[in-house]
T-cell receptor
Framework: EDQVTQSPEALRLQEGESSSLNCSYT??????LFWYRQDPGKGPEFLFT???AGEEKEKERLKATLTKKESFLHITAPKPEDSATYLC????????????FGKGTKLSVKP | DGGITQSPKYLFRKEGQNVTLSCEQN?????MYWYRQDPGQGLRLIYY???????QKGDIAEGYSVSREKKESFPLTVTSAQKNPTAFYLC????????????FGPGTRLTVT
């Protein structure tokens, strides 16, 4: 069964304290792995797509990496405005476009 | 501005009533999706459509129905057969169905009492 597990469920950081969020997946042939940011009461906002092991992508303080079993979202020197829930999703080979989502990591950054 | 709109933002209904949630996109995307989000759970796929006049059931389609008569529109009807309809509903679209990132609308929070 295709599955996505995110850890930790919640993460509290001080402003400037770098850390990483984990997304472990089991899928029959990965087509793509996606990271989203979701603010309370709003729709997810697309951040990154990763397609193959070893691939990395960056955007401001965020950097996403991918291995054959997991992906990391590294947050460097976070600011309070980075507080949100970060969602990971995978698209399996043979699927017709539907994504399998993890439950998310709720990040809180305190000033 | 291109994007996905969902209306209304909040919706209240009495048990036993059908309700239709609107989703419109002006991104010229072929594929559209409906997800449901409940506290402590990941997004779950209800229905998706890769092309006009065609759609497929997702993981939790029971109690829901959709139509795709226009490329821009993909309304979702929550029927009285849905046992736990209270949830946050999210519509998304992508250029195509394979490996393309999905872009989400702002969501509709449905409360059924």
């Amino acid at each position: 069964e295709d599955q996505v597990t995110q850890s930790p469920e919640a993460l509290r950081l001080q402003e400037g304290e770098s850390s990483s969020l984990n997304c472990s997946y089991t899928v029959s042939g990965l087509r793509g792995l996606f990271w989203y940011r979701q603010d309370p009461g709003k729709g997810p906002e697309f951040l990154f797509t990763l397609y193959s092991a070893g691939e990395e992508k960056e955007k401001e303080r965020l950097k996403a990496t991918l291995t054959k079993k997991e992906s990391f979202l590294h947050i460097t020197a976070p600011k309070p405005e980075d507080s949100a829930t970060y969602l990971c999703a995978v698209q399996a080979g043979g699927s017709q476009g539907n994504l399998i989502f993890g439950k998310g990591t709720k990040l809180s950054v305190k000033p | 501005d291109g994007g996905i709109t969902q209306s209304p933002k909040y919706l209240f209904r009495k048990e036993g009533q059908n309700v239709t949630l609107s989703c419109e996109q002006n991104l010229n995307h072929d594929a559209m999706y409906w997800y449901r989000q409940d506290p402590g759970q990941g997004l779950r796929l209800i229905y998706y459509s890769q092309i006009v006049n065609d759609f497929q059931k997702g993981d939790i389609a029971e109690g829901y129905s959709v139509s795709r008569e226009k490329k821009e529109s993909f309304p979702l009807t929550v029927t009285s057969a849905q046992k736990n309809p209270t949830a946050f509903y999210l519509c998304a679209s992508s250029i195509g169905a394979n490996t393309d990132e999905q872009y989400f609308g702002p969501g509709t929070r449905l409360t059924v009492t």
